[in-house]
């Protein structure tokens, strides 16, 4: 059974912080990427931050270098997005996703929407100016 938990989601102030947790329960033979995306109203989903599971090897879309952090727990089977410095374009629904094959076929976790094949419900995230 595979599943994806988020949480923390919220309203706050601009250059306010959340964070997300998403609660892992993934049973794979391979490693998996573990990844944030998000979705505003009227625009696709984007990549925001990436993790390859048990590593330190990580990758953020340019919107978010150096204000969020994407990390790991694994005793926890936990994968959090520490966002900082919020912007009201930031405000979107975050999901948590997850892939056992995109590192094994690509060496990366820099996966476009259709290459993670597990998704959370999602979490809203409204950052007010």
């Known amino acids: 059974q595979v599943q994806l938990v988020e949480s923390g989601g919220g309203s706050v102030q601009a250059g306010g912080s959340l964070r997300l947790s998403c609660a892992v329960s993934?049973?794979?033979?391979?490693?998996?990427?573990l990844g944030w995306f998000r979705q505003a109203p009227g625009k696709e989903r984007e990549r925001v931050a990436t993790?390859?599971?048990?590593?330190?090897?990580?990758s953020y879309a340019d919107s978010v270098k150096g204000r969020f952090t994407i990390s790991q727990d694994s005793a926890k089977q936990t994968v959090y997005l520490q966002m900082t410095s919020l912007k009201p374009e930031d405000t979107a629904m975050y999901y948590c996703?997850?892939?056992?094959?995109?590192?094994?076929?690509?060496?990366?976790?820099?996966?476009?929407?259709?290459?993670?094949?597990?998704w959370g419900q999602g979490t809203q995230v409204t950052v007010s100016s």
């Open positions: 996703a997850a892939d056992p094959y995109l590192w094994r076929n690509r060496g990366t976790c820099d996966g476009r929407e259709h290459e993670y094949a597990i």
């Open positions: 993934l049973v794979t033979y391979w490693r998996n990427c």
């Open positions: 993790i390859y599971d048990g590593s330190r090897i990580t």
